[in-house]
């Protein structure tokens, strides 16, 4: 829920209809997050793979 949250001014500024948010553990030190954002009826993912990785600098 924090993510959604962080998101919300997207929806609450009207930028976007919805926000969905997505994290896959893709391994014991990988997690992969989708955002989903559905703009003006139509849906655009944004993937960031690895965010453990960037968040450690590894």
């Keep these: 829920m924090i993510q959604r949250e962080a998101l919300a001014w997207l929806t609450e500024d009207g930028i976007a209809q919805a926000v969905d948010v997505r994290l896959a553990r893709a391994s014991v ?3 992969d ?3 989903i954002l559905t703009i003006d009826g139509e849906q655009r993912e944004l993937q960031f793979d690895d ?3 960037v968040i450690n600098a590894v």
């Design 51 to 53: 965010v453990l990785g």
């Design 29 to 31: 030190t990988r997690l």
């Design 33 to 35: 997050l989708t955002v």
